[in-house]
């Protein structure tokens, strides 16, 4: 079924190549003294604090373009050395097993790992294919662990089903639209392995997943940063994948905001959860792609109007994002006294948000020092739930302010109980009851209050959040974070998500030996010990994207 060619992976002749385009010229990394921090055996609170130290002093600017080729951590890391060792945790031997149990061959080659191996699940439902988002954290670790080769045959596949015409009920999606997922379909007798891809169209609720262009974009920039090798993202085939997603998610219409406007079920929320409009998790991948897309385009003729549309998109997008969805002790204050039905340019409440609708909870979870990006934002609503995924990619690809990122930091310590609780970490806070979860979720009896994706903890977030804290020059919270999931997850099997305030009961359907539960443990612990591997998946603040703002006494404190 898979008819096309391999694609190669040698040098395309162009105007300017990616490393021209890039932040900074990776080739010139190879050079470069590794980052050398002085490590101890048990990694204690106080080598914490000092790395903490280090980063707000300016070291953390070399994370993105520090080059890290090869492995680091613990167990089954060939390239890892003494001089960069920890003493592993027990449960590292064991997520690298079932990380390896969980690779999907095609036609003898890696090219992803399957959601989960319950094998006492009697369900498999799709839990037995390659989810694209599911597949980011283990296309992280596999390559900090000196095997990129997965990663980038997982690219070149998707980029191949990419080109598939897909039609749902006789309607066909825009061509530039990535799969949620994709299975290996092996005949023994026939000697063949086929793809088969969903776009949607067998998913719950039926929703195209709008975040996989998104995330492809941010493992290709990944995938490059680690291996160094700029041929894979200047092939041809590459460049036009990278455009057909641009050309989805640029494109014009009667919307008059930067925002991307979506429907609910399109992300890591794959149910409905009221997170329909301009959700904080699409905002901040449609962000963060846009910028790793402008640093791999060539500058050929259409590379140039693609880099100038995105350049014109960031600018507008994150002026309303840090406007607009920010929120702090200041800015609640404000709202609360908003006046409604105000017109022309001059008005204060741009999108007439009534103050009683404000939920009671807020004023009590927002400290005065802190603050974050709220779930929504659109005409006469704004959705103040936190979401962790949005607000920890908005901290990586720079939409937050070094300012808001540090009052971020601030707010999951300040709420460290009902962000993280007994397992890190909460990917929505609060969670929707009675007669509002009725409505909100359509009576979804996955959805109960903590549960899934209304309140869960999912141990996924752990990479994430781990990445965000070494960012900021707060290590020691991913630590106390880290410690907290070896408590229980492999005792638990790896469970997907966990239910309860706290965070304190594995979730009532939840998978166990979850991939991306594994994986992102695996991230985390490799990212801490070796920070250069933040360079993969960060970006830092561009200077002239910065909109002239009135800093919140949260920022100042």
């Not at 031997?93 to 061959?105: F, G, H, P, T």
């Not at 739930?385 to 990586?396: H, T």
């Not at 020059?473 to 492999?490: C, F, K, N, S, Y």
């Not at 991306?516 to 993969?536: N, R, T």
Request: hydrophobic content about 40%; glycine content about 6%; overall charge neutral.
């Amino acid at each position: 079924m898979d008819g096309t060619k391999e694609m190669g992976l040698k040098n395309v002749s162009s105007t300017c190549s990616i490393s021209e385009m890039d932040d900074f010229d990776l080739s010139r990394l190879l050079d470069k003294p590794r980052l050398n921090i002085e490590r101890k055996r048990s990694f204690d609170e106080r080598s914490l604090s000092e790395l903490s130290i280090g980063l707000t002093r300016g070291g953390l600017d070399n994370y993105e373009t520090t080059y890290s080729p090869g492995g680091r951590s613990g167990f089954d890391t060939p390239a890892s050395s003494t001089r960069n060792s920890f003493e592993p945790h027990p449960m590292v031997a064991d997520a690298w097993e079932a990380l390896r149990r969980s690779i999907v061959y095609f036609r003898g080659q890696p090219v992803g790992t399957i959601a989960a191996i319950d094998h006492a699940s009697e369900e498999i439902l799709n839990y037995d294919q390659v989810f694209v988002r599911d597949f980011v954290p283990s296309a992280l670790a596999f390559p900090m662990n000196g095997e990129p080769e997965i990663v980038k045959n997982f690219l070149m596949k998707t980029l191949y089903l990419q080109g598939w015409e897909k039609r749902i009920d006789r309607f066909k999606l825009g061509e530039g639209a990535m799969p949620a997922s994709f299975k290996v379909l092996h005949d023994p007798i026939r000697k063949t392995d086929t793809l088969i891809a969903d776009f949607g169209e067998s998913a719950i609720g039926r929703v195209a997943p709008v975040d996989s262009g998104f995330w492809w974009i941010i493992l290709l920039r990944a995938y490059t940063k680690s291996t160094g090798d700029l041929s894979l993202a200047e092939t041809p085939e590459c460049q036009k994948g990278m455009k057909l997603i641009l050309t989805l998610c640029l494109s014009e219409g009667f919307d008059t905001f930067p925002t991307l406007l979506c429907a609910d079920g399109c992300s890591m929320i794959d149910r409905r959860m009221g997170i329909y409009g301009y959700p904080i998790e699409i905002q901040a991948l449609f962000f963060m792609a846009l910028r790793c897309a402008l640093s791999m385009l060539k500058h050929d003729t259409e590379g140039k109007e693609f880099i100038e549309r995105i350049s014109r998109r960031l600018h507008a997008l994150s002026y309303h994002m840090r406007s607009y969805f920010w929120l702090d002790f200041q800015q609640l204050n404000d709202i609360y006294r908003y006046k409604t039905e105000e017109y022309s340019h001059t008005a204060v409440n741009k999108f007439n948000v009534i103050p009683d609708s404000i939920p009671d909870w807020v004023f009590d979870f927002m400290p005065t020092r802190g603050g974050y990006f709220i779930g929504n934002v659109s005409p006469a609503r704004m959705d103040f739930r936190w979401f962790a995924l949005g607000n920890c990619v908005a901290i990586l690809c720079s939409l937050a302010t070094p300012e808001q990122s540090m009052a971020i930091m601030d707010l999951i310590e300040s709420r460290w109980e009902e962000l993280v609780g007994e397992m890190p970490l909460k990917i929505a806070y609060p969670a929707i009851e009675s007669h509002d979860w009725r409505i909100v979720t359509g009576c979804d009896p996955k959805n109960t209050r903590w549960s899934y994706h209304n309140g869960g903890s999912w141990p996924v977030l752990l990479w994430m959040l781990t990445a965000a804290c070494i960012k900021t020059g707060r290590p020691q919270i991913a630590r106390r974070a880290i410690d907290l999931a070896e408590t229980r997850l492999l005792k638990d099997s790896w469970p997907e998500y966990y239910d309860g305030k706290l965070g304190k009961f594995i979730g009532k359907q939840a998978r166990k030996y979850q991939t991306w539960s594994i994986a992102g443990y695996l991230v985390a612990k490799m990212m801490l010990e070796d920070p250069s591997h933040l360079g993969m998946v960060s970006l830092e603040e561009d200077k002239q994207m910065k909109p002239v703002m009135k800093r919140s006494s949260s920022w100042t404190c």
